[in-house]
């Protein structure tokens, strides 16, 4: 019986972590759950319908929260990608400080920074756009396309753009041949960092996009709030499902000597 | 000068879209109509004192559970020695990792109430008879979900830093016939203990900033100063109020970081 303490605790902390979800599936198949039931009197796939249907709202949310998220990612890389560069390879006088302000949106409390955004995006007609989220999605996920980037760069060997650099290639050759396919997959977990923390984003689009754009953390907060369980329950299953994946596979796609040199 | 060109988007996008706002919260927070004020300040002090207490307990309470709970699983994983176990907990413990606070909270939210599945499960088992059966949808439903989040995020940093030590000091101490809860709180906990606190410093943080968790787990007043803030906008339009309390808050976050920055300075100083 030596392994019955352990085995409960085990038990317990399953039924800690993995309760939350199971009870979020349930209600997405509950057709009909009321006390004193314990479980769903009735299952089936009517809400999933609902919600799935072309012309619904979700899918038009879900649809929209993938095109922010793909704009963010890419206004991201695109700025991040040379910065990175700079940061990793360039001596730089202010290097500690300038990695240090990219931290400063994940470090602060970002709500009094969003309420004073929507005020000035709103004299610039940037309220209630996509271009308004992007933006501000963009300047919370930088620290990650930064940082990881960075250390994707540091962690090339030096004398490998040298040798290229030797045998006749330009600066921009040798960095788009050797140096950018070398960091590449470095690059690819810090886009998917962005995609994620944007898809996911609800304070700053609750702020700035509501309501004109409504994203899907967007519409599950309104179908929890409206009392539509199984709704909110469907839209929070679609949001997990990405944030799951990508926690099974991220060591795979960070390696370690890469993952050391983050924030360095 | 090209590495300052290459660097110049990226500081441009974090300067407009972040640190000019953050100016604005804080100009605002002594923004009245006649001229530079502290009533905005007065007003919030005197409106959501009991929040800004609220807020702290709250954030507090989580942070050192997840603490607890990122030590103890972070323990067991260098220390424990049944394989199964170890497994069952590595597999385990990460799940909530990149889950948003808003999926948390709704899944929370049906878990927790005093109909949910948790306390459905416990009557079934015959753990607990129907009488006992109560809503955690307050602040204990706050701490819950915002420790079921962070905890593999702690977890994972000390955990890490555990597994990254040199394991003869803790061989030595086997040998010598120490316990392993002895060699935890003894050998391993002082020689990560700076991960710990960046871990808890950035998990208080976030906590700091959650608005969707306390709107959606516990409507109740008292609430959180985030709820407080959004709610002197969107009812108000009330400026002034809401950025005193995001000076607040910012100033707590700051005074929490800045007694990090100074623990791990005199530590390298040593």
Known sequence: MWWLPRGLLLGLFAFFVFGPLVNLVLWSVAESWFWPNRLPSQYGFRFWERVFRPEGQAMESLWLSIWIATLTTLLCLAVSVPAAWALAKANLRWRAAILLLFLLPQAFPNLPVYINIARIFFSFNLNGTVIGVVLVHAAHGLVYSIWIATAAFAAVDDDLELAARNIGAGAFTAFRTITLPLAAPGIAASAVFVFLESLDEFTASYFVGAPEVRTLPLLLFSAAAGGNMQVAAITALILLVPSVLFMLIVERFLRAEVLAKVGK | ?270
Not at chain 2, 45 to 56: I, K, N, P
Not at chain 2, 66 to 86: D, K, P, Q
């Open chain 2, 1 to 270: 000068m090209l590495p300052y060109l290459l660097l110049a988007p990226a500081l441009f996008v974090v300067g407009a879209f972040f640190l000019v706002p953050l100016a604005f919260s804080v100009i605002g927070a002594f923004e009245g109509p006649q001229g530079p004020t502290f009533v905005n300040l007065a007003n919030a002090a005197s409106l959501y004192r009991m929040d800004l207490v609220f807020t702290l307990l709250i954030v507090v309470a989580s942070t050192a559970l997840t603490g607890l709970g990122a030590v103890a699983i972070g323990g067991y994983l260098t220390l424990g020695r049944s394989r199964t176990a170890l497994r069952l907990l590595g597999a385990m413990y990460r799940w909530p990792l990149f889950i948003p606070f808003i999926v948390a909270a709704q899944a929370m939210r049906g878990f927790i109430g005093q109909n949910g599945l948790m306390n459905n499960t416990l009557v079934w088992i015959g753990l607990m008879p129907q009488e006992w059966a109560q809503s955690f949808l307050d602040w204990r439903g706050i701490v819950i979900t915002f420790v079921w989040k962070q905890l593999p995020f702690a977890t994972l940093l000390v955990a890490g830093a555990m597994a990254a030590l040199d394991r003869s000091g803790i061989e030595a101490a086997q040998n010598l016939g120490a316990g392993r809860l002895r060699i935890l709180i003894g050998i391993v906990l002082p020689q990560v203990a700076r991960n710990i606190m960046v871990a808890l410093v950035l998990s208080f943080v976030t906590m700091m900033s959650v608005l969707s968790v306390p709107m959606m787990i516990s409507g109740q007043s008292p609430t959180m100063l985030t709820v407080a803030m959004a709610w002197r906008i969107n009812s108000f339009g009330d400026y002034g109020t809401a950025n005193a309390l995001g000076l607040v808050s910012c100033i707590l976050t700051g005074l929490v970081a800045w007694i990090w920055l100074r623990q791990a300075a005199a530590e390298r100083a040593r």
